[in-house]
């Protein structure tokens, strides 16, 4: 079955840097995009990024743009969202998330914090 588990989450203080990765099981991992989405408290989930399957394409949000990498290694079915310059209002809840054979599927999340 699909998994995809999350790592890399902590607290952070404002400017600081985190790098977030998901380990993925269970598809062919090298031909799906994959995507970052963050919910924060009282707010909707929203895509944060996004890869192609071959990683030659990437697309962000633009709270993201600049700031943000994602990136992969089909070789080690892993995917990563380097974060830096970290506000505040990136404070929420990371997931990571592929859309196969019509379906939604998303990891447990990790908890960003960005605070003094």
């Known amino acids: 079955q699909v998994q995809l588990v999350e790592s890399g989450g902590g607290l952070v203080e404002p400017g600081g840097s985190l790098r977030l990765s998901c380990a993925a099981s269970?598809?062919?991992?090298?031909?799906?995009?994959m995507s970052w989405y963050r919910q924060a408290p009282g707010k909707e989930r929203e895509t944060v990024a996004t890869?192609?399957?071959?990683?030659?394409?990437?697309a962000y949000a633009d709270s993201a743009k600049g700031r943000f990498t994602i990136s992969r290694d089909n070789a080690k079915n892993t995917v990563y969202l380097q974060m830096n310059s970290l506000k505040p209002d990136d404070t929420a809840v990371y997931y990571c998330?592929?859309?196969?054979?019509?379906?939604?599927?998303w990891g447990q999340g990790t908890q960003v914090t960005v605070s003094s």
């Open positions: 269970g598809f062919t991992f090298s031909t799906y995009s």
């Open positions: 890869i192609t399957a071959s990683g030659g394409s990437t």
């Open positions: 998330s592929a859309y196969i054979r019509n379906r939604r599927y």
